[in-house]
């Protein structure tokens, strides 16, 4: 189909054009590395790819003390702009979300702007005039870096808007810019990091060591160089250099003595980019290997020298809580298994008592013991033990002496481990090394019981430990893949993790149904990998699994693994807008949206719609719900009628994966013309919106469809192979009126159930909302109310004056007599700056306080929740009124409780409307 004018069309060769002539470098020099696990790629501020203007007017390179090398300092006002395009592959990474760090001075709390292409929201400007000018509109707060005081000397900084370091990458080649918002001579850029840890905090030495990864050489090695706990069943891999030969391309050196791969002792040459290691490796022993490229033409490039480290024979045992039969004050059982009084190496403890060490009471019943709890039964190696070690003990010796010993999987049956054992003596001296090690005999326990038959010197009857450690053989599952706790997992994904050490098959528990995978009772499958899949899972479910490791030639032959759990993606994407562009239709790329949209453009007078701009970009990059794009609808329906339909070539069962419900959001303009809007399935089955002003909303608004309407008129859900979109009447057409509708998100939810009117004086849980956002998150855990609380990740978003969009809304339709409210949450608040929600409830009669700068709106800025990792109740109150808690009054009726997030990382557990005032939140389970 022709669509648009001639001069349209000429434009978009010219753009086209200017962008194959335009050339992308990409950093030359920069370095790679894997600490923590993660992967990072380093380089430095100077080597910069592009900047705008091409000049020292804004972004010059100088010397600076302690750099790295040369640096880029902050001169000019605002206007410039500077690119670094990197490659994360080249670090063995791969798309998803990753984490920005800069070595920095800017000791005057200046700040600029980051963005990166292909982030979601981040829109790359074509060219000057740059956002911050006085011609241009600043980006926005959340994409702000360096808005800290850091240094002089250099830092390794961020900023509080964490959301501005946290961009999602795509594979291989991404471009960051900077743009110039606080220009300062004083500020200085060193060296940059990108990792995809998000717990990973670069330093000085990191980058020192980092890798260099020369043109031709062999990159990205598996295991990562310097990666420790390696399983023995080693795999090892790499990303071969450019130019290497296709057959017997590689030579690898590898053995436990660095001498020999340095010397080139041992080579075998490989075709594939892979080695099998034949043979099971040693525990804890550090092994070398390099990679030697080979070119077709015989020249060998030599490669850098890597190392990893095998897995321990036996590991500490985490997570381990200590009660006892009784304890002096300051001395309770909980300083024999918290590190207190250790040094920094964990083995050296000090010889004073008091909140270091566990004493049992002098008048307490005898004998003495203490109790040792762990998180699952584990598989003991050895027991370490520091005895007691005041300064008086060589003196008055309350060390264990003659102990018991016994262990039991259930709390409840205890069995002897051997006969009595003797513990050694502490030194009393500062400085003590435990020297007592108990063989537990890899026996199975949950509990370890301790009881003293005496201590040294038999003068006070008190016995007390410095500290005690257990260590285990890891014969349960560990390491799931997906990590518990993700979101968004593909609905066919595998089921992965790092097996037991002697198992030889795997009992996979797997259900919905928390409890079932507990209790054993959910449907088991036994696989002899460590992987189950792929999957077939529905839309928007959490599911919970555990692996069982078995091996019937051992004793026990089962070891029970933890309950992980995961939630799938929560929609079938019909179509999100993101994909369209604006290249030439002689371009194979090309895909405009009116080509991907038909509509009445070639046949104005049957139907008015026209879909897409005249000019570039065709997509809407303003108004838009999420991503970077929607689509404008404009109609015209003087001619009756307005329509623009997508056929489907994927996607076209919904049926499957619980598919219920179709969902789009639209947003329209007051000055439109009120028309109805409709959306129709196979050209002919129609559902009309149940609102018929439904084209002047001016705010976006979500349209759930449920899909029993279409297959109610005789549509084949397994077989849709097209949408269409319209205002007007399509059974029926009447001239009407035009405007423009903008329309985003278009996807299949599961079906949702029917809603549960809300009660005053009773507690709901937070999950029960009758509408989530789409950028919310629904965490199962075992703490939370119900086992399962409403949240966002940090790096979601922002604090933000004003209250968010529709997707960051929780709603909560509720029943209410006359009077008096005030609302009462439990809510998970981490830090100090992840405490706080937008709070409303509509068409209240009045309320107490609101946010000044949301005057009319009704929203309360609810923050200052006090900090802590599990739940607490707290009463909505107004941070801008000192705290005071807000009241509602309502008449007798119906009403919607709107909750939206304010910060990031703040969670929501359980709600409670009152109209008891005098409520004490406390009080509340």
């Known amino acids: 189909m022709s669509h648009k004018s001639t001069k349209h069309v000429t434009l978009s060769v010219l753009v086209a054009s200017l962008l194959l002539a335009v050339s992308v ?25 592009e900047r705008n203007p091409e000049s020292d007017q804004y972004y010059l390179v100088v010397d600076q003390a302690d750099a790295f090398g040369r640096v880029v300092t902050r001169a000019g006002g605002a206007g410039g702009m500077i690119r670094w395009t990197f490659d994360i592959s080249t670090a063995g990474g791969t798309g998803g979300t990753w984490y920005f760090w800069g070595r920095v001075i800017n000791p005057s709390n200046n700040s600029d702007f980051m963005l990166v292409e292909g982030h979601p929201g981040d829109d790359i400007p074509n060219g000057p005039p740059f956002p911050g000018t006085l011609e241009a509109t600043e980006f ?28 999602e990458l795509q594979d291989g080649e991404n471009s960051m810019y900077v743009y110039h918002r606080q220009g300062n001579s004083g500020v200085f850029w060193d060296v940059f990091v990108w990792t995809d840890d998000a717990d990973y905090v670069p330093t000085d030495d990191d980058y020192r060591n980092a890798e260099v990864v020369l043109p031709g050489t062999a990159s990205a090695p598996v295991p990562a160089n310097g990666d420790t706990d390696v399983t023995r069943d080693a795999v090892l891999s790499w990303t071969a250099g450019g130019g290497t030969s296709p057959a017997n391309g590689h030579k690898l050196y590898f053995s436990e003595n660095i001498e020999d791969v340095n010397n080139g002792v041992g080579a075998i040459t490989l075709t594939p980019s892979s080695y099998v290691v034949p043979q099971r490796l040693k525990f804890d022993t550090t092994y070398y290997w390099r990679v030697d490229e080979i070119t077709p033409n015989g020249t060998v490039l ?47 403890h000090g010889n004073q008592g008091a909140g270091t060490m566990w004493l049992s009471d002098m008048a307490a019943p005898q004998p003495a013991w203490i109790l040792f709890e762990f998180d699952n039964v584990y598989k003991l190696h050895e027991m370490w033990v520091w005895n007691s070690n005041e300064s008086l003990e060589m003196a008055v010796g309350l060390g264990f002496k003659d102990v018991l010993i016994e262990y039991s999987s259930d709390g409840v049956d205890f069995v002897t481990l051997g006969t009595t054992h003797e513990f050694d003596r502490g030194t009393g001296l500062d400085g003590y090394a435990h020297n007592t090690i108990i063989d537990m005999g890899g026996v199975g326990a949950k509990f370890v019981r301790l009881t003293a038959n005496s201590n040294f010197e038999d003068i006070f009857p008190q016995f007390g430990l410095s500290e005690v450690r257990f260590f285990s053989i890891p014969v349960q599952a560990g390491e799931p893949a997906p990590p518990s706790g993700t979101f968004d997992v593909a609905l066919d994904m595998d089921l992965v993790w790092r097996r037991g050490r002697e198992a030889d098959k795997h009992n996979v528990y797997f259900s919905d149904d928390f409890q079932a995978v507990v209790d054993g009772t959910a449907p088991a499958t036994t696989v002899t990998d460590a992987s189950d899949g792929p999957l077939s899972l529905d839309l928007g479910k959490t599911y919970f699994w555990r692996v069982d490791e078995v091996n019937d030639a051992e004793t026990p032959s089962t070891w029970p693994g933890e309950v992980w759990n995961f939630t799938t993606i929560k929609s079938l994407v019909i179509d999100d807008f993101e994909s369209y562009n604006d290249l030439d239709t002689a371009d194979p790329a090309s895909n405009r949206i009116f080509l991907a949209w038909l509509d009445g453009f070639d046949n104005p007078a049957v139907n008015g719609s026209v879909v897409g701009y005249a000019d570039p970009p065709f997509a809407e990059q303003t108004i838009v719900l999420s991503g970077k794009q929607s689509m404008p609808f404009f109609y015209d329906n003087s001619v009756g009628n307005s329509e623009a339909t997508l056929t489907l070539s994927s996607q076209r069962d919904w049926t499957l994966k619980g598919v219920g419900e179709l969902s789009l959001w639209f947003r329209g303009e007051p000055n439109n013309a009120a028309e109805n809007l409709y959306v129709a399935l196979n050209g002919n089955a129609v559902v009309n919106h149940d609102n018929p002003d439904a084209a002047i909303a001016a705010t976006w608004t979500q349209w759930n469809i449920d899909l029993t309407r279409f297959a109610d008129q005789g549509v084949n859900l397994t077989n849709v192979d097209s949408i269409s979109i319209g205002a007007g009447d399509k059974t029926n057409p009447q001239s009407g009126g035009s405007g423009i509708i903008y329309f985003d998100s278009i996807a299949l939810y599961p079906e949702r159930p029917a809603p549960v ?40 978003g922002s604090n933000t004056s004003a209250a968010p969009g529709p997707d960051w809304v929780l709603r909560y339709d509720f029943t209410a007599a006359a009077g008096a409210y005030k609302i009462v949450t439990r809510v998970i608040a981490p830090t100090v700056d992840e405490d706080s929600f937008w709070v409303r409830i509509l068409d209240a009669e009045s309320q107490t306080h609101e946010h000044p700068g949301q005057f009319g709106t009704g929203w309360v800025r609810f923050n200052d929740i006090a900090s802590g990792s599990q739940g607490v109740w707290d009463e909505v109150h107004s941070s801008d009124h000192s705290g005071e808690v807000v009241n509602w009054t309502l008449a007798a009726g119906n009403y919607t409780l709107e909750i939206a997030k304010r910060e990031d990382g703040a969670s929501i557990d359980a709600i409670l409307i009152t109209d008891d005032l005098a409520l004490d939140p406390a009080t509340l389970p």
Do not use: C
């Open 757 to 796: 009117m809300k009660q005053t004086n009773s507690v709901f849980e937070a999950e029960e909302a009758d509408m989530i956002g789409s950028g919310w998150r629904t965490y199962s855990d075992v703490t939370s109310s119900g086992g399962k609380h409403i949240g966002s990740n940090v790096g979601d």
């Open 140 to 167: 926005n707060n959340s994409q702000r870096i360096f808005e800290e005081n850091m240094g002089p000397p250099w830092v390794w900084g961020r900023s509080g808007h964490e959301d501005a370091h946290t961009k």
């Open 302 to 348: 030599d490669g850098d020298i890597w190392s990893f480290t095998t897995e321990l024979f036996a590991y500490p045992v985490l997570n381990v809580t200590a009660t006892a039969s009784s304890s002096a004050p300051d001395k309770g059982p909980e300083n024999a298994v918290n590190g207190s009084g250790l040094d920094s190496t964990g083995l050296l």
């Open 25 to 49: 470098q990409a950093v030359e020099n920069f370095k790679i590395s894997s600490y923590g696990g993660g992967h990072q790629i380093w380089f430095e501020a100077e080597e910069f790819d």
